[in-house]
């Protein structure tokens, strides 16, 4: 199984920037995908999440500003960021749920089995 997570970049605040997370080896719509961040100096948290039925649950902290979607045609999720701010740059990283058909996003990486490489996210003030 391989997540390849890309279209990071650096931006300034406020822009928007989509980024996307391939999958491959795996039955994508099957599996709750999700979206976790690492800031410099600070812990892996949780972003987003979406389950194979599309109930999403965000980050209090990026809610009304990111929303994530996902295409089981083209098996990838992505992450339609807005608004952003100069503390969301963090290394953004793609995870896919252990357990297929789960009900709910858990914000809980350790549920979380398989996870790309990741994509660096900039936000300039």
């Known amino acids: 199984v391989q997540l390849q997570a890309f279209g990071g970049g650096l931006v300034q605040a406020g822009d928007s920037l989509r980024i996307s997370c391939a999958v491959s080896g795996r039955t994508f719509s099957i599996y709750t995908m999700g979206w976790f961040r690492q800031a410099p100096g600070k812990e892996r948290e949780f972003v987003a999440g979406i389950t194979w039925r599309d109930v999403t649950k965000h980050a209090d902290s990026v809610k009304g500003r990111f929303t994530i979607s996902r295409d089981n045609a083209k098996n990838t999720v992505y992450l339609e960021m807005n608004s952003l701010k100069p503390e969301d740059t963090a290394v953004y990283y793609c995870?896919?749920?252990?357990?297929?058909?789960?009900?709910?996003?858990?914000?809980?990486?350790?549920?979380?089995?398989?996870w790309g490489q990741g994509t660096k996210v900039t936000v300039s003030s």
């Open positions: 995870a896919s749920m252990e357990t297929p058909f789960r009900m709910e996003v858990s914000t809980i990486s350790s549920e979380f089995d398989v």
